[in-house]
């Protein structure tokens, strides 16, 4: 199984940027999750989907950020608007991916590397 990230790189504060997370050798995706780790700073979530089908973002990123799938191609993505200079950081997804086991799915927790993003003038 493979969880590649990408869509990292430098944004203009108030700019955007797309941040992907393709997964390859599962059979889909169950629930995502994006953290994100400033530098001297824990990681923390930044948002993820409920196991309710629902969806819940960090205080700080609400009505900016929002998470989604395309489960026909295996990817998670976070939609980032209105960046601050505050989401700088390395930013990692994490899924529940889901793997046919006989007539049943068997789950299980996948991290993707960082990618960085950069929100500076």
């Known amino acids: 199984v493979q969880l590649q990230a990408s869509g990292g790189g430098l944004a203009r504060p108030g700019g955007s940027l797309t941040l992907s997370c393709v997964a390859s050798g599962i059979f889909s995706i169950n629930l995502g999750t994006w953290y994100r780790q400033a530098p001297g700073k824990e990681r923390e979530l930044v948002a993820r989907?409920?196991?309710?089908?629902?969806?819940d973002y960090a205080d700080s990123v609400k009505g900016r950020f929002t998470i989604s799938k395309n489960n026909m191609k295996n990817t998670m993505y976070l939609q980032m608007n209105n960046l601050i200079p505050e989401d700088t950081a390395v930013y990692y997804c994490?899924?529940?991916?889901?793997?046919?086991?006989?007539?049943?799915?068997?789950?299980?927790?996948?991290w993707g590397q960082g990618t960085q993003v950069t929100v500076s003038s």
């Open positions: 994490k899924i529940e991916g889901l793997h046919v086991e006989g007539l049943s799915f068997r789950s299980h927790d996948y």
């Open positions: 989907d409920t196991s309710a089908g629902g969806t």
